[in-house]
């Protein structure tokens, strides 16, 4: 987690919201996707972000686990 927060933190001068908060998010307000459709902003693809209110908060944390490998990746 503090890989992800670290770069989008240095990427978009924006602090990330706590993944303990009531409903979980890893969302900035950065909404740009790559041709994988992965956002740049909270490294989420399409699908995770359109599905993300319906998915229950341990589905939430299992994904959030992946995305600071996904944050790596990108940059």
């Given amino acids: ?3 992800r ?3 989008q933190t240095l990427l ?3 602090e990330v919201m706590s993944d303990d908060n009531e409903f979980s998010t890893p969302c900035i307000g950065v909404c740009q ?3 994988e459709d992965i956002c740049r902003g909270c490294f989420r693809t399409l699908d995770e972000i ?3 209110a319906l998915m229950t908060e341990d589905e939430r944390k299992e994904i959030m ?3 600071d490998e996904r944050a790596e990746s990108l940059f």
């Fill in 5 to 7: 927060k670290k770069i």
């Fill in 33 to 35: 996707y790559d041709n």
């Fill in 12 to 14: 978009w001068g924006v």
């Fill in 50 to 52: 359109s599905n993300w």
């Fill in 65 to 67: 686990k992946k995305l």
């Fill in 1 to 3: 987690m503090w890989q």
